[in-house]
Each structure stands twice: as C-alpha cells, then as structure tokens.
C-alpha cells in the first residue's frame, strides 16, 4: 500500500510538472480565418488568429494586412478624385466643345426647323456652361489671381500678368469655356435677328463658333446690304 500510494504521488507529481512546463513554454497557434471586404471601392483585408494556452487560455487576435488596404478607384461608379484631377481640365475642354457643336449644327443646317427654333430659344445650354465655368474658376482660383488680373498700379489688367495668370491649364480651361458661352449666346442672338428680319445668317453664324467678333461684324454688313436691296427693290417697283 505504501508503494502504491508513492507511486500515484510520484505520478501526479509528474502530470502537474508536465502541464505547467507545456503551460510555460508552449503555444497553440492557428488561423482561424482571412476577412476580406470592400466597402464603396475600398479593399479591407484582415486575418483572425487564435491562440490557445494552457495558463491564459484561448484569445483571438487580429492582424492588420497593410497592403490590404487600398483603394479600387475603377470599382467606383463616380470618382470623387476626377474633380479635381489634373485631367479635369483637359475633359472639360473636350466636353464643353462638343456640346456646343450641336446648335451651331442645328442653326446652320435647319435654321428655319421647329426643333432648331425650340433649343435657341431654351437657356439650358447656357445655364450647364455657366455651372461649369463657375466650378472650374473656383478649382483654378489662387491668393494670386487677383494680383494677376489687375497688376498696374491703377487696377488695370496688364498683358504680361494676365499671360501668367493663364499658364495654368485649368484657368485656361475656365477661359475657353467662357468663350464657348459667349460665343454661343452672340450666335443665338445673330440667329434670331436673322429669323426676325428674313437675313441669311449660315455664314454669320458659322463664324461666330470661331472668330465671334468677326461673325458679329458679318452679320451686321449682310444687314445692311440685305436691307440696302429690299429699299431699291421698292423704290424700283
């Protein structure tokens, strides 16, 4: 009996020492799982991982993978960053020609056409330009431009500060789409007078996309020598 009794003694002894010497020095280890998502095109990855212990016990612990992290600009159905992009002033440059291109089609083409007369008479065109020039003028504007536009020292523009004033690309890009505007507006108006009046504007008009000033002058001579025929043809008859 007496050896039996030693003999759990010294085994219990042995399974106690074995559990805290495991306890001390060893660790169970595994993944549980890799968590994977992405919300509104940004990829989020993690991986969970489980340690288990004899002396603390079992925890989950997790793991940042930072090249996880990045965003999938091409997953986004708008592009935040596009609105201010350096890119932005070039698609805008692109895009305010050719939607303008359009009505000068429709006022040279058809210029007596109920469609053509229902779009010039409308202000959306001119409403869409002037949203945009407005958002690009603010994305272009500097603490400098002021300076720029009134340089002489009686706050009058001057050439060489207005030339640098437009060597940025998106004040460039704010400029022609005012122009586009302008533009448009002064071959509306040559447009409807030609309407008004019975004058041939086609060639008034198509100068107006280009050469505006020119277009207007145009319109004004073939006025006046419309108006000069009309006048002998009833002094004639």
Avoid at 85 to 107: E, I, K, N, R
Avoid at 181 to 201: F, H, K, P
Avoid at 216 to 222: E, G, R, S, V
């Amino acid at each position: 009996m007496a050896f039996s009794s030693c003999l759990c003694h010294y085994q219990l002894a042995l399974k106690i020492n074995l559990l805290t010497t495991a306890a001390q020095h060893s660790k169970s280890t595994y993944a549980l799982k890799t968590v994977n998502t992405e919300f509104y095109g940004m990829h989020i990855g993690c991986k969970l991982r489980s340690e288990w212990s004899f002396a603390g016990g079992s925890r989950a612990i997790v793991l940042r993978n930072p090249r996880s992290l990045s965003l999938h600009r091409k997953n986004l159905p708008l592009q935040a960053s596009w609105f201010t992009s350096p890119h932005l002033a070039g698609d805008a440059f692109t895009l305010g020609t050719a939607a303008v291109l359009p009505f000068y089609t429709l006022m040279v083409a058809a210029p007596k056409a109920e469609l053509t007369k229902k779009c010039m008479r409308s202000s959306i065109p001119f409403v869409v330009l002037g949203v945009l020039y407005s958002y690009l003028l603010y994305l272009s504007w500097t603490p400098d431009t002021i300076r720029y536009m009134f340089a002489s020292k009686y706050w009058l523009p001057e050439l060489p500060g207005v030339a640098k004033m437009f060597s940025n690309e998106m004040t460039l890009a704010s400029a022609w789409i005012h122009l586009l505007a302008v533009d448009l507006y002064a071959a509306r108006s040559v447009y409807q007078d030609g309407l008004e009046n019975e004058i041939e504007i086609r060639h008034s008009v198509s100068l107006c996309l280009l050469f505006c000033p020119i277009g207007i002058l145009i319109h004004a001579i073939t006025k006046a020598f419309t108006s000069a025929s009309r006048k002998s043809k009833t002094e004639i008859h």
